[in-house]
């Protein structure tokens, strides 16, 4: 599908000039991004929901289906990527906030949509460069914390253990990164956030306590979930929700690479995790 892309000058023209302060570009995936959002947005308001993980699960089961696509962020410069047609892990809990946060202020347009979705992504909610996305999620939910948009709600939970972690992935394996490679003064920007996460003491759930009764009943339908990996120099993964049957038992939601869309997985939680090698645990968020 052909891809459009609205730079400054095209966004002042088009009625965008009060987000110009801080949307440069953006990026969308085809000429159907906008209506369908507002359609999406007009459906959030009829629905009469108005608590936030309600309004997560909601969104969640509109996007079932949509296709798993990776690096669709990705690009010779840094844009405000709008794609609800391709996701991937990150960007299907960013658009579900996105969704959620712009229902709850009451307003119903992509416009406002967008905003919000800058708001997540960014440092302190203003796009720069590839340096101002929040690539780690240890970073993401700290900025986004400190700001009133999110609150990790993992050491609420019982059975939460603590653990050091320096967090340098990137940098360490900036090869594999298009926006990294020959670029070393990227490298550094990059390697200056992550020099904020050595001996980074991280909060989470261990995946053998998933299954119990008192850790199940205090995770949420709507939760936003990040797992926890023993990758060295990465912190989370993988992200989707929570999702709770009616017999309490907890699934997660997600956009599955091994699945190829976003999907409800088919095993609880625990039994989706016990099987992994390289994950140990989560970590919860909640939109505040």
Known sequence: MKKIILTFAVAVICGLSSMAATIQQMRFHCESDTTDINALLEKGAASGITTANDLVVFYAKELLGKPYVAHTLEGETEMLTINIHQLDCTTFVETLYALTRTTLSGRFSWRDYAFNLENLRYRDGLMTDYSSRLHYISDWINNNRMRGNMREITSDIPTAVTKDK???????????????????????????????????????????????DDVRAAMRSGDFVGLVTNIDGLDISHMGIIYK??????????????????????????AYLKSSKSNIGVRLFRIM
């Open 245 to 270: 049957d009616e017999r309490g038992e907890v699934f997660l939601l997600d956009a599955s690479m091994s699945g190829g869309k976003v999907q409800l997985e088919e095993k609880p939680l625990s």
């Open 166 to 212: 320096s967090i340098n992935f990137m940098s360490s394996h900036s090869s594999s990164y298009a926006s990294l490679k020959n670029d070393s003064a990227m490298i550094a920007r990059i390697r200056k956030v992550e020099d904020g996460y050595r001996n980074y003491r991280m909060t989470y759930i261990r995946k053998s306590t998933l299954g119990r």
